[in-house]
């Protein structure tokens, strides 16, 4: 379907959503279509800031997919939230390499600091502190947390504060 031919549910996708989501079906041949969900639902959380039905079912329609199928892999995925959260979302990672070198510290200065605990959005709608993260594949910078897609590493206290207070 192309950006012309939007119909029913996919109509709720705009013309940015629509551009980004066919660079992910280009990638694909036509009977993969299907290999898009990940791109596309990423695309959508990034502009919308979390995945609603009725959004997932645009993005279902539009790459012609059942809608049970996209709920399957949106419910799956961590990076996905089905809920309206803070705009800035934060991971910290909570596994074995991280914790040996100070994530349980950095996660306590974190929540002291934005006033919430892992799960919650801080009442301004300015942060949202992810449950826990197992694993962020970043073992050698340990401790470290990803913001809005950005990995930090070798975080300290300090360091927090100072990249929780650039962010708008």
Not at 1 to 28: F, P
Request: aromatic share 6%; with cysteine; charged share 25%.
């Amino acid at each position: 379907m192309s950006a012309n031919q939007t119909k029913g549910k996919a109509s709720l996708l705009n013309a940015h959503l629509r551009e980004e989501i066919d660079q992910w079906l280009a990638r694909y041949p036509e009977d993969r279509r299907r290999s898009a969900v990940l791109g596309a639902l990423r695309a959508v959380q990034h502009e919308q800031g979390h995945l609603s039905t009725e959004m997932m079912d645009a993005v279902a329609e539009y790459i012609g997919m059942p809608e049970i199928a996209v709920y399957e892999v949106a419910s799956f995925y961590s990076m996905f939230e089905l809920e309206p959260v803070g705009r800035h979302s934060i991971s910290v990672c909570t596994n074995v390499s991280c914790m040996l070198r100070g994530a349980d510290k950095i996660l306590d200065h974190v929540e002291n600091k934005l006033g919430i605990k892992l799960g919650e959005s801080t009442p301004d709608g300015r942060f949202f502190l992810k449950k826990e993260e197992e694993c962020l594949a970043g073992c050698c910078g340990a401790p470290m947390m990803q913001v809005n897609h950005v990995y930090h590493e070798h975080l300290t206290p300090e360091k927090v504060d100072e990249i929780l207070d650039k962010l708008e």
